[in-house]
């Protein structure tokens, strides 16, 4: 079974880095694509950056270029997201999401099966 659990969110000044961390299991990365999206209440779901299954590459968001970076660890089954000079608009709820293969754009919600269970990420000014 596919399971994604997502963990590191806080409360951080604007400013500050944080780093988020998906533990996955149930699964190998190879020939999945992973991604990192966030929420906030009323608003849809926004993806931030992925990691393509073909080529492995990351792919970011413009809000969060030169400011956010996606990575593994294969050998441990982690995703991180290293979250640099954060800003009050990046408070969200953070997901971590993985499926089997290539993906569209890689950061649309619709593209992913398995989610995990979110983790909360407040910048404050």
């Known amino acids: 079974e596919v399971q994604l659990q997502a963990s590191g969110g806080g409360l951080v000044q604007a400013g500050g880095s944080l780093r988020l961390s998906c533990a996955a299991s149930g699964f190998t990365f190879d020939d999945w694509s992973l991604a990192w999206f966030r929420q906030v209440p009323g608003k849809e779901r926004e993806g931030v950056a992925y990691?393509?299954?073909?080529?492995?590459?990351?792919y970011y968001a413009d809000s969060v270029k030169r400011r956010f970076t996606i990575s593994v660890d294969n050998t441990k089954n982690l995703v991180y997201l290293q979250m640099n000079n954060l800003k009050p608009e990046d408070t969200a709820v953070y997901y971590c999401a993985a499926d089997w293969g290539p993906v569209g754009s890689g950061l649309r919600p619709r593209e992913y099966d398995y989610w995990g269970q979110g983790t909360q990420v407040t910048v404050s000014s």
């Open positions: 990691i393509g299954s073909i080529d492995g590459r990351p």
